[in-house]
């Protein structure tokens, strides 16, 4: 038996693996976007904005 199959299968479940955690980052960002968009709504400044006199 050749040993394509198990090489084969490990490049394909390697492949889900990084499908997954790419979705799982855009997917996150996208959550993490929402978040700042509503906390500047509401009013709260990041800390990375100089102080305004």
């Known amino acids: 038996m050749s040993h394509a199959f198990y090489i084969y299968s490990a490049y394909g479940v ?3 693996v ?5 979705l799982w ?3 996150d960002g996208a959550a993490r976007r929402k978040e ?3 906390l ?7 800390r990375s ?3 305004r006199s």
């Open 14 to 16: 390697t492949g889900l």
């Open 18 to 22: 990084f499908a997954g955690l790419i």
């Open 25 to 27: 980052l855009v997917a």
């Open 36 to 38: 700042l968009a509503a």
């Open 40 to 46: 500047e709504k509401a009013g709260a400044l990041r």
């Open 49 to 51: 904005r100089k102080a």
